[in-house]
């Protein structure tokens, strides 16, 4: 199975909205809502900041945002903070069974 | 407070074993299906493997045949046993607990490394 397409970097200064895409296939990302995301710090385990493609987990602050259009999902940041640049991973469910990661976005605010 | 330790990383030759542990404190094991995770020095997230909490269990391609995901229920633990490692599984090893198909929570993870 192969990874998921993210973009190495991302950019923006603060106050502004960043999103970040990620590309599977109809195998994986098309194929249902089980696309999640995770920010991670350096040094420190992975945090879950949407999941089922849209849905965010109590105590995630509303600035995050999934949405999907058919292969591609899509993680919005809006009024970019300093403590939002970390690392942010994609995840997918893939067929028949197996979870499928991108390569990982790093985010830096200007 | 909800946590998961993990536990048993360290060097280790190519071609060895070794057993990891995943302890769950907080919240009873049994209520998640749970998965190991790893991540290479520099590199992004990989799926390990997967253990329902009805015993299902997948692999990643990578690893299959040579690693082995268990759970102990009344020890409210999870165990990943890996064999014939090679360089290629150097990583941090995470344990994570899966729901609404998403890892919800997360271990600190444990480094393992392999080399002569």
């Known amino acids: 199975q192969s990874a998921l397409t993210q973009p190495a970097s991302v950019s923006g200064s603060p106050g502004q909205s960043i999103t970040i895409s990620c590309t599977g296939t109809?195998?994986?990302?098309?194929?249902?809502?089980?696309v999640s995301w995770y920010q991670q710090h350096p040094g420190k385990a992975p945090k879950l900041m949407i999941y089922?493609?849209?849905q965010r987990p109590s105590g995630v602050s509303s600035r995050f945002s999934g949405s999907k259009s058919g292969n591609t999902a899509s993680l919005t940041i809006s009024g970019l903070q300093a403590d939002d640049e970390a690392d942010y991973h994609c995840?997918?469910?893939?067929?028949?069974?197996?979870?499928?990661f991108g390569g990982g976005t790093k985010v830096t605010v200007l | 407070e909800v946590q998961l330790v993990e536990s048993g990383g360290g060097l280790v030759q190519p071609g060895g074993s070794l057993r990891l542990s995943c302890a769950a404190s907080?919240?009873?094991?049994?209520?998640?299906?749970m998965n190991w995770v790893r991540q290479a020095p520099g590199k992004g997230l990989e799926w390990v493997s997967y253990?329902?909490?009805?015993?299902?269990?997948h692999y990643a391609d990578s690893v299959k045949g040579r690693f082995t995901v268990s759970r102990d229920n009344a020890k409210n633990s999870l165990y990943l046993e890996m064999n014939s490692l090679t360089a290629e599984d150097t990583a941090v090893y995470y344990c994570?607990?899966?729901?609404?198909?998403?890892?919800?929570?997360w271990g600190q993870g444990t480094m393992l490394t392999v080399s002569s």
């Open positions: 994570a607990g899966d729901r609404d198909w998403a890892f919800q929570i």
């Open positions: 907080g919240f009873t094991l049994s209520s998640y299906h």
């Open positions: 253990i329902s909490f009805t015993n299902d269990i």
């Open positions: 109809s195998s994986d990302v098309g194929s249902s809502n089980r």
């Open positions: 089922e493609d849209t």
């Open positions: 995840c997918s469910f893939a067929w028949p069974f197996s979870w499928v």
